[in-house]
């Protein structure tokens, strides 16, 4: 139960369950698999919003996603090939093969994310040989 996303759908019925009087208290809980604590917060949030979860503020939102982790993967494996590739030719290769136009930045911060340096990528290529 601890750090379990619950879904919007769960949260809004038991709000309903609880306002209707449906069920008791305990056993919505206990279904729902939420605590107390949990449950009061999302209540506090229903009755000053109207809704069971938080809106996010424009203003505070980050940048979308550009690549998913099937892309990723293949540059992972791209570079397990061949790590002396350049930005501009991994570029190139998700422009052709997977339809993607980004910035070379964006791989560079991608690759960086998911921990691989000239270093690493020779370990990394190595272990999954």
Known sequence: MVFCAISHDVK????????RGLVDFLDILEVCDMS????YRILKLWRETGDVVKLLDKNKQGWP????HEDIKYLVQL???????????????LQTNHFISIHFSVIHQELECAGMS????????????
């Not at 809004?12 to 306002?19: D, P, S, T, V």
């Not at 107390?36 to 449950?39: G, N, V, Y």
């Open 36 to 39: 107390s604590h949990t449950f």
């Open 79 to 93: 570079i397990c090939q061949k790590p002396d590739y350049f930005l501009n030719e991994l570029l190139h290769l």
């Open 118 to 129: 000239r270093k690493k990528t020779q370990e990394y290529c190595y272990r999954e040989e």
């Open 12 to 19: 809004l019925a038991a709000i309903c369950l609880y306002e």
């Open 65 to 68: 996603c550009l690549l998913n």
